[in-house]
């Protein structure tokens, strides 16, 4: 986790919103989701490029 991402986390912790555990579980979570569903993710456009799935028909 970095960024933005990093700081609303720290904030979140520092005010006692919300454990360190229970904000470590949800950055992890959301990463593990966005990053095999990110259509931009490079990854994706290269397994795209690969099958040729990306050209319009």
């Known amino acids: 986790m ?3 991402g990093a700081g ?3 904030v979140l912790i520092a005010t006692g919103i919300y ?3 229970a904000v470590l579980g949800m950055a992890t ?3 593990q ?3 095999v569903a990110d259509p931009t993710s490079t ?3 290269w397994s795209a ?3 040729g799935s990306h050209r319009s028909r």
Do not use: D, K
């Open 43 to 45: 990854q994706t456009v």
């Open 33 to 35: 989701v966005f990053g």
């Open 19 to 21: 454990p360190a555990v």
């Open 8 to 10: 609303i986390a720290g």
């Open 2 to 4: 970095f960024g933005l």
């Open 49 to 51: 490029q690969y099958s």
């Open 29 to 31: 979570s959301y990463n």
